[in-house]
C-alpha cells in the first residue's frame, strides 16, 4: 500500500508508541504501588502480635514482677500471640502457593449436602461459645453433586461461616442456604451481625483489608480468609459475592458447577 501522507502516517505511529509506553508505565506504577501497599500491611499485621509477646516477656523479665498468677496470665497471652503469629504465616503461605498456581485444583464429583453439614458440625462447638444458632436451608435436592476441589470448598466454606461467627451477633444466627441455578448451585452464608458499610465492598476481598469495625472487634485473624475464598472460586471459574447492610449483617454467596449425571448406571456398593 502506498500511503498518500507518509509523515502524516509516522506521526500516527510515533503517538500509537508513546500511547502505549504510557499505559506500561501506568501498570507498573500501579504493581508498585500495590507492592508497597502489601508490605506495609504485612508488617503492620506481624508487628502487632510481636510486640504483645514482647511486652508480656519483659513484664514477666522484671525483677520486681512476682505475681506468680498475673504471670500465668500473661504466659496464656503471649502465647495466643504465637498462634496468632502461626496463622498469619499459614494463611500467607497459602495465598502466595493459590496465587502463583502451585496448588492445583483437583476436581472430583461430591454430595455439597455433606460437605455444608461437615463444616457446620466442626463449628458447632465456636457457634456456641458465641452463642449463635446455625440454620442450613436446604432449598434444593439434598442429593445434588458439585464438580469442584473438596477441600479448598471446605476451607471456603469453613472461613465464611466463621467470619459469620466474628462479626455476627450473640444470640443471633448463621443460616446457610443451597440454590439450583440450572447448571450450577448457589451457596449462601447470611449472618445478622456487624454488617459492612458500602465504600468497604468493593475492597473486602484484598488480601489485608479489614474493616475499622472488625479491627475494633478484637476477634484476631490475619485478613487473608476472604483473599483465599475469593481466589479459590475463581480458581473453579465460579463467583463469589457480598450483600450487606451496615448494623443489620452481611450475605456471601458463592457458585459451583454441578456435576454431569454419569451416563452409566450406577454399580450397586460403589458410589
Ligand atoms: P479477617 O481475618 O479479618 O476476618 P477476612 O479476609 O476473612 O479477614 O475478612 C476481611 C474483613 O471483611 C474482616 O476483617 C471484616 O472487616 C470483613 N468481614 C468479613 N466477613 C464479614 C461478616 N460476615 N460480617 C461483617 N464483616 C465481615
Given at each position: 500500500i502506498i500511503s498518500a501522507d507518509p509523515i502524516n502516517d509516522v506521526e500516527?505511529?510515533?503517538?500509537?508508541?508513546?500511547?502505549?509506553?504510557?499505559?506500561?508505565?501506568?501498570?507498573?506504577?500501579?504493581?508498585?504501588?500495590?507492592r508497597r501497599e502489601f508490605l506495609t500491611n504485612i508488617s503492620h499485621e506481624f508487628k502487632t502480635p510481636l510486640f504483645a509477646i514482647q511486652g508480656?516477656?519483659?513484664?514477666?523479665?522484671d525483677d520486681e514482677f512476682e505475681d506468680l498468677d498475673m504471670a500465668a496470665q500473661f504466659l496464656e497471652k503471649a502465647a495466643k500471640n504465637v498462634d496468632r503469629l502461626s496463622y498469619l504465616i499459614k494463611d500467607l503461605d497459602e495465598i502466595s502457593k493459590l496465587e502463583s498456581g502451585e496448588i492445583p485444583i483437583n476436581y472430583t464429583r461430591f454430595k455439597i449436602n455433606d460437605l455444608i453439614k461437615e463444616v457446620?458440625?466442626?463449628?458447632e462447638m465456636k457457634a456456641k461459645q458465641h452463642d449463635i444458632k446455625f440454620i442450613y436451608?436446604?432449598?434444593y435436592?439434598?442429593?445434588v453433586m458439585v464438580n469442584a476441589d473438596r477441600d479448598k470448598i471446605h476451607q471456603v466454606i469453613i472461613?465464611?461461616?466463621?467470619?459469620?461467627?466474628?462479626?455476627?451477633?450473640?444470640?443471633?444466627?448463621?443460616s446457610v442456604s443451597l440454590f439450583n441455578l440450572h447448571d450450577q448451585v448457589l451457596i449462601e452464608i447470611t449472618d445478622d451481625g456487624i454488617g459492612i458499610e458500602e465504600k468497604y465492598l468493593p475492597r473486602l476481598f484484598e488480601r489485608?483489608?479489614?474493616?475499622?469495625?472488625?479491627?475494633?472487634?478484637q476477634v484476631g485473624g490475619s485478613g487473608l480468609g476472604l483473599a483465599i475464598v475469593k481466589h479459590i472460586i475463581e480458581a473453579h471459574q465460579q463467583t463469589i459475592n457480598v450483600r450487606s447492610t451496615a448494623g443489620l449483617g452481611s450475605t456471601f454467596g458463592f457458585t459451583l458447577q454441578k456435576a454431569k449425571?454419569?451416563?452409566?448406571?450406577?454399580?450397586?456398593?460403589?458410589?
Open positions: 500516527q505511529e510515533v503517538k500509537e508508541w508513546a500511547r502505549q509506553k504510557k499505559s506500561e508505565i501506568d501498570e507498573l506504577r500501579k504493581q508498585e504501588k500495590f508480656y516477656i519483659e513484664a514477666i523479665q457446620l458440625d466442626s463449628l436451608k436446604q432449598k435436592d439434598e442429593n472461613n465464611l461461616v466463621d467470619n459469620s461467627l466474628k462479626y455476627g451477633k450473640t444470640g443471633g444466627s448463621t489485608f483489608f479489614r474493616t475499622e469495625q472488625s479491627r475494633s472487634r449425571q454419569s451416563p452409566f448406571p450406577a454399580i450397586p456398593g460403589i458410589k
